[in-house]
Each structure stands twice: as C-alpha cells, then as structure tokens.
C-alpha cells in the first residue's frame, strides 16, 4: 500500500472506531425518498459503504471474539483492514449500481448505461478524497466497463446480483485462509442478508 495512505496508529485507531460506529448512524436516520439522479447516487453510496463495514467488522468481531479490541493495536493489521474495505467497498459499489439501474429498467424503461458510469464515477471522485486508493480505483472502473458490456440489464438484479461483493468480502477479510474456508458459507450469507434488506429499502424509496 502506498505510504501516503499510512496513518500515525493512533490516528488509525479513531478513525476504524469511527468506521464502525458512522455507518450505523447512518442507516439509521431517517429514509428519504430517491426523486433524482443525485438521490440514487447518494442512496449507492451510503448503503455500499454500510454493507461493506458491517460485514468486514462484523466478520472479524465474531472471529477473533474477546480478542477483537486488539486489533486496533495493530498497525500492520489495521493496514491490512484498510485495504480490505476499500476493495469490498468498491465491489459493493459496482454491485449495487447494476442492481438500481437493472430494477429501474425493469420497473420504469429508465436509461441506464451512461448513468451507471457517471454514478460511479462521481463516487470514486468523492472518495478518492477521503483516501480510496488510486490503485482500487482504476482497477474497480476498468471492471465495471467490462461488467457493463456484458450485462443483461433486465435481468441483473434478478440473478445473482451482489455475488462479487460476496466473494469480495470472502477474499479480501484479513482471515487465516484456512479459517476462512471454514466460515465462507457463513460470510456470504451474512452479506445476502445485508443486501436483502437494501434491496427491499430500495424499492420502497423509489420515486423517479
């Protein structure tokens, strides 16, 4: 990982308890409704980002138990957390995306191609400031243009529609490997679970 996305340990400690608690908050406050192109970039974003940190945090605090406080003593694990969430974040993001637009097509005709790429791209800008690494994000839009080209749009949110960010989630948790061959049932569920609840808040809050 490059060095200018090293932080003091004590500044990674408050900002992965930060990470934590954020998105929890969240998706907790009060749901408004998607009217616009904004709405649904914004909705992509913020549920992404509370899937992605509940399932890794999640993951890890049931895998390592009394021990998991401990992790924030250490600054090479914290790294390697880091570099775990923003490529399950990025799958997320991807995942989600084709799911609103292949729904939205599906339900409303909408226009979906040149959207979905203007969405992500507004959220990599975004978030290349708050430290997603150029790395991730040149791979995670390289991906999604050749996601695009061969998606099936009214059909994507229909089969199988957040598997890479599953197995995102499986690859990139900083588990022993023989660990995680033993959970991986469990994490993938843990995940659908998390989206079957985005996605029936998606259709609630649709109102383009």
Aim: with cysteine; aromatic share 14%; glycine share 2%.
């Amino acid at each position: 990982m490059s060095s200018k996305y090293k932080l003091k340990l004590k500044d990674l400690k408050l900002d992965y308890i930060k990470e934590y608690v954020s998105p929890i908050f969240n998706f907790l406050k009060p749901k408004k409704k998607i009217t616009n192109i904004s709405d649904l970039k914004n909705f992509i974003q913020r549920k992404s980002a509370w899937v992605s940190q509940e399932t890794l945090y999640g993951y890890l605090k049931t895998r390592m138990g009394t021990k998991y406080v401990l992790m924030f003593e250490d600054e090479i694990f914290l790294e390697s957390i880091n570099k775990a969430k923003w490529n399950i974040y990025s799958e997320c993001l991807q995942d989600l995306t084709l799911y609103c637009l292949s729904y939205l097509k599906n339900k409303y005709s909408f226009d979906q191609v040149s959207q979905a790429q203007t969405i992500l791209e507004n959220i990599f800008t975004e978030e290349k400031l708050n430290g997603m690494p150029d790395e991730v994000i040149e791979k995670s839009k390289s991906n999604f243009a050749n996601r695009i080209n061969k998606v099936q749009w009214s059909e994507y949110h229909r089969n199988s529609p957040f598997e890479n960010s599953g197995y995102a989630l499986y690859k990139w948790a900083p588990i022993a490997e023989e660990l995680k061959k033993l959970d991986k049932k469990i994490v993938l569920n843990s995940i659908h679970l998390k989206w079957e609840n985005i996605k029936k808040e998606f259709s609630n809050l649709i109102n383009l």
